[in-house]
């Protein structure tokens, strides 16, 4: 058992190297693909009962060169239920990724450069969360992003796929200097690299160079879960990648840079009792959130949009850890898991509607639930959870982290954490709508003639979607299950960081540094399923509708302004389309076959001949977007698509990072 965290990353790495050479018959390549994915998800199953029901925390020592007089002399692994829990939504995420690849990729050119850049990506992220040695944890980070980088460009002949690539390489490679750096500045301080060490010697040794380190680490694992400011790059990097890619950057890759956040300040630097600190995460988280969840409103992209939207679930998870309490984390937990199952089964729909009809332009698309049922149900049970509407998952842990907000805003006195609270249900309100928009550009109305001879993806897509979203369900349906054993002990790992430091060092290690676990650990909730649960459920719902409904009221000032003002419905639909460039910026009706319309949104018409009038992607919740045209004008603007802007972004997220740092720590 001490031997399965290793086997199961070298199982990745072993199986990129064997198709590498064995890799030209299709078959062949297909076995070692499989093999390589649930070798490690079998390897991590049988790790559950001990460590995540038991509460074992297993450490290996490569080449057995176990601590010597109390100080670490190797490279280690440490795997206690934190790490465990990402690496089952790690191993669990890649596997049906490659079941759903076999069919997916079947005509593309250079499959065994595929596969071999996919488990390399996969064993670079497990590598990572079960690593208990930061340079290794660097050296993992390095091998993700440049697999990452490469799978983006590899169907170079799309549209932006090299450029997305290109962003990615340079924003990416900053945020792996930045991890770089801080892990040599800790060097310098502690003479060490082993994780357990350093969360031993650092809480009670800060100075300006641990504290600079602390700035540089953050920012480099926020740039791999494309926290804002990164966020651009996931609507790049999704938008050029294939669908099974897709998954793994959304969810597999960020989970690497939450799991990255979440031990550096609840166990390496132990600064999450400061309320400093928790204003920081809760800050960004909602920021994340928020923002990204308006800009999927504006796409014109199936993937793009997905992208955004994915970002804004990532905010979810941040704010929910950054409470500092036992239900915020295992909240966040629940939704992180949640977010890699229905986010990935988003993605392989959006694969699929792009395998059978060549677009992902929602201008385009229409009544494909004719052609292919199943992946319209498919995609409504992903659509239901993101939306976190009942009984789906995404509902059970969005309500669970509305508990955490408001339990947090009770116990502090701080009013800020109840405007929180409603944030997430503004968040999810826009989430829905957005959604409701796709759901009709995509799957109902009317069926363009191009797409006549769409018909349903082959059975291998339909697996991999199908027991995402049986996940999707299950998951939803039983959260007292996902609570008690999987959220819940791995966010009791992350407040015991002294069982992590003594079973890598040795019992009473930690007591030496005079070290205390000293956040309560109380799970106390409502519950998901308690008619109080749903009362309460109501009345906020109906205060972030209300909230929506004031910011977008459409009256007569609003009408003078649309005749007034520059920057017409028109002109607005122009700018949001620039977030996609290959969308044309006037898309010509389609469907009109008698009398002109006499406006864009009248939908029926008189006349001998009947007429249909397409609902586009544009079209729903216009009067919002007008009333928001400035907001959706500065973010075009402020969203230029220039990498040396991004770039720019990066350093002032830095300098930012490392001022903050040096005044509250």
Same mark, same amino acid.
């Given at each position: 058992?001490?031997?399965?965290p290793?086997?199961?990353?070298?199982?990745?790495?072993?199986?990129?190297?064997?198709i @590498?050479?064995?890799?030209?018959?299709?078959?062949?390549?297909?076995?070692?693909?499989?093999?390589?994915?649930?070798?490690?998800?079998?390897?991590?199953?049988?790790?559950?009962?001990?460590?995540?029901?038991?509460?074992?925390?297993?450490?290996?020592?490569?080449?057995?060169?176990?601590?010597a007089?109390?100080?670490?002399?190797?490279?280690?692994?440490?795997?206690?239920?934190?790490?465990?829990?990402?690496?089952?939504?790690?191993?669990?995420?890649?596997? =049906?990724?490659?079941i759903?690849?076999?069919?997916?990729?079947?005509?593309?050119?250079?499959?065994?450069?595929?596969?071999?850049?996919?488990?390399?990506?996969?064993?670079?992220?497990?590598?990572?969360?079960?690593?208990?040695?930061?340079?290794?944890?660097?050296?993992?980070?390095?091998?993700?992003?440049?697999?990452?980088?490469?799978?983006?460009?590899?169907?170079?002949?799309?549209?932006?796929?090299?450029?997305?690539?290109?962003?990615?390489?340079?924003?990416?490679?900053?945020?792996?200097?930045?991890?770089?750096?801080?892990?040599?500045?800790?060097?310098?301080q502690?003479?060490?690299?082993?994780?357990?060490?350093?969360?031993?010697?650092?809480?009670?040794?800060?100075?300006?160079?641990?504290?600079?380190?602390?700035?540089?680490?953050?920012?480099?694992?926020?740039? %791999?879960?494309?926290?804002?400011?990164?966020?651009?790059?996931?609507?790049?990097?999704h938008?050029?990648?294939?669908?099974?890619?897709?998954?793994l950057?959304?969810?597999?890759?960020?989970?690497?840079?939450?799991?990255?956040?979440?031990?550096?300040?609840?166990?390496?630097?132990?600064?999450?009792?400061?309320g400093?600190?928790?204003?920081?995460?809760?800050?960004?988280?909602?920021?994340?959130?928020?923002?990204?969840?308006?800009?999927?409103?504006?796409?014109?992209?199936?993937?793009?949009?997905?992208?955004?939207?994915?970002?804004?679930?990532?905010?979810?998870?941040l704010?929910?850890?950054g409470?500092?309490?036992?239900?915020?984390?295992?909240?966040?937990?629940?939704?992180?898991?949640?977010?890699?199952?229905?986010?990935?089964?988003?993605?392989?729909?959006?694969?699929?509607?792009?395998?059978e009809?060549?677009?992902?332009?929602?201008?385009?698309?229409?009544?494909?639930?004719?052609?292919?049922?199943?992946?319209?149900?498919?995609?409504?049970?992903?659509?239901?959870?993101?939306?976190?509407?009942?009984?789906?998952?995404?509902?059970?842990?969005?309500?669970?982290?509305?508990?955490?907000?408001?339990?947090?805003?009770?116990?502090?006195?701080?009013?800020?954490?109840?405007? =929180?609270?409603?944030?997430?249900?503004?968040?999810?309100?826009?989430?829905?709508?957005?959604?409701?928009?796709?759901?009709?550009? @995509?799957?109902?109305?009317?069926?363009?003639?191009?797409?006549?001879h769409?018909?349903e993806?082959?059975?291998?897509?339909?697996?991999?979607?199908?027991?995402?979203?049986?996940?999707?369900?299950?998951?939803?349906?039983?959260?007292?299950?996902?609570?008690?054993?999987?959220?819940?002990?791995?966010?009791?790992?992350?407040?015991?960081?002294?069982?992590?430091?003594?079973?890598?060092?040795g019992?009473?290690?930690?007591? %030496?540094?005079?070290?205390?676990?000293?956040?309560?650990?109380?799970?106390?909730?409502?519950?998901?399923?308690?008619?109080?649960?749903?009362?309460?459920?109501?009345?906020?719902?109906?205060?972030?509708?209300?909230?929506?409904?004031?910011?977008?009221?459409?009256?007569?000032?609003?009408?003078?302004? +649309?005749?007034?003002?520059?920057?017409?419905?028109?002109?607005?639909?122009?700018a949001?389309?620039?977030?996609?460039?290959?969308?044309?910026?006037?898309?010509?009706?389609?469907?009109?076959?008698?009398?002109?319309?006499?406006?864009?949104?009248?939908?029926?018409?008189?006349?001998?001949?009947?007429?249909?009038?397409?609902?586009?992607?544009?079209?729903?919740?216009?009067?919002?977007?007008?009333?928001?045209?400035?907001?959706? +004008?500065?973010?075009?603007?402020?969203?230029?698509?220039?990498v040396?802007?991004y770039?720019?972004?990066?350093?002032?997220?830095?300098?930012?990072?490392?001022?903050?740092?040096?005044?509250?720590?």
């Amino acid at each position: 058992m001490t031997h399965y965290p290793i086997l199961a990353i070298m199982a990745y790495f072993l199986g990129a190297f064997l198709i @590498v050479i064995f890799g030209r018959n299709r078959a062949v390549r297909n076995t070692l693909g499989f093999l390589g994915t649930a070798v490690p998800l079998c390897l991590l199953i049988m790790l559950a009962k001990p460590i995540l029901a038991n509460g074992e925390i297993i450490a290996y020592w490569m080449g057995n060169r176990v601590p010597a007089g109390g100080y670490a002399i190797g490279i280690a692994l440490e795997v206690d239920a934190f790490g465990l829990f990402f690496g089952l939504l790690i191993a669990t995420a890649v596997f =049906v990724a490659m079941i759903y690849s076999f069919s997916y990729m079947s005509h593309d050119d250079n499959e065994p450069q595929y596969y071999t850049l996919f488990l390399m990506l996969c064993g670079g992220v497990m590598g990572l969360v079960l690593s208990g040695d930061l340079f290794n944890m660097f050296i993992m980070v390095e091998i993700l992003t440049f697999a990452a980088v490469a799978l983006t460009a590899f169907r170079n002949t799309v549209f932006g796929a090299l450029e997305a690539a290109f962003k990615y390489l340079v924003v990416g490679c900053i945020g792996s200097t930045c991890i770089l750096a801080g892990t040599i500045m800790l060097y310098a301080q502690a003479h060490t690299l082993n994780f357990a060490q350093l969360a031993a010697f650092l809480p009670g040794n800060l100075n300006i160079a641990t504290i600079i380190a602390y700035a540089l680490l953050f920012i480099g694992f926020c740039t %791999k879960a494309f926290l804002v400011p990164f966020h651009p790059l996931a609507a790049d990097a999704h938008g050029a990648a294939p669908a099974p890619v897709s998954v793994l950057i959304s969810g597999v890759l960020t989970k690497s840079g939450l799991y990255g956040i979440i031990r550096l300040t609840y166990i390496l630097f132990r600064t999450m009792n400061l309320g400093t600190v928790q204003f920081w995460l809760v800050f960004l988280g909602s920021v994340s959130m928020f923002l990204c969840v308006t800009m999927a409103l504006a796409q014109h992209d199936f993937k793009r949009l997905l992208a955004f939207h994915s970002i804004s679930q990532i905010g979810y998870v941040l704010t929910a850890a950054g409470l500092a309490t036992a239900l915020g984390v295992s909240s966040g937990l629940y939704h992180a898991m949640n977010h890699t199952l229905f986010k990935g089964l988003l993605f392989l729909c959006a694969g699929a509607v792009l395998h059978e009809t060549g677009t992902t332009d929602l201008d385009r698309l229409g009544g494909l639930s004719k052609k292919m049922p199943v992946t319209t149900v498919l995609f409504l049970v992903g659509a239901f959870s993101i939306s976190g509407i009942p009984p789906f998952n995404g509902f059970a842990s969005k309500w669970l982290i509305y508990q955490a907000t408001y339990q947090k805003a009770v116990e502090s006195g701080n009013i800020g954490f109840m405007l =929180v609270t409603v944030c997430c249900l503004v968040t999810s309100t826009l989430t829905l709508a957005s959604f409701v928009k796709v759901t009709q550009s @995509v799957f109902f109305g009317q069926l363009p003639k191009e797409y006549e001879h769409v018909k349903e993806v082959p059975f291998g897509m339909r697996l991999g979607m199908g027991i995402l979203a049986a996940l999707c369900i299950l998951t939803g349906i039983f959260p007292g299950f996902v609570q008690n054993w999987l959220t819940g002990p791995a966010a009791r790992a992350v407040f015991q960081a002294n069982g992590y430091i003594d079973a890598m060092m040795g019992a009473g290690y930690a007591d %030496k540094f005079g070290l205390a676990d000293t956040l309560p650990v109380s799970f106390t909730s409502v519950g998901v399923w308690s008619p109080i649960s749903w009362l309460c459920l109501l009345a906020i719902m109906l205060l972030a509708v209300a909230i929506v409904a004031i910011t977008s009221k459409y009256d007569a000032v609003s009408k003078a302004a +649309k005749q007034t003002d520059p920057l017409t419905l028109e002109a607005l639909e122009s700018a949001t389309a620039a977030y996609l460039p290959t969308a044309p910026a006037n898309p010509a009706p389609r469907y009109a076959t008698g009398h002109a319309a006499s406006g864009k949104y009248e939908l029926f018409f008189g006349g001998e001949e009947s007429v249909f009038s397409q609902v586009g992607g544009d079209d729903l919740f216009w009067g919002f977007k007008h009333n928001w045209r400035h907001y959706f +004008k500065f973010m075009h603007e402020l969203h230029s698509g220039i990498v040396n802007d991004y770039s720019l972004w990066a350093v002032v997220a830095l300098a930012l990072a490392m001022l903050y740092a040096m005044i509250i720590l």
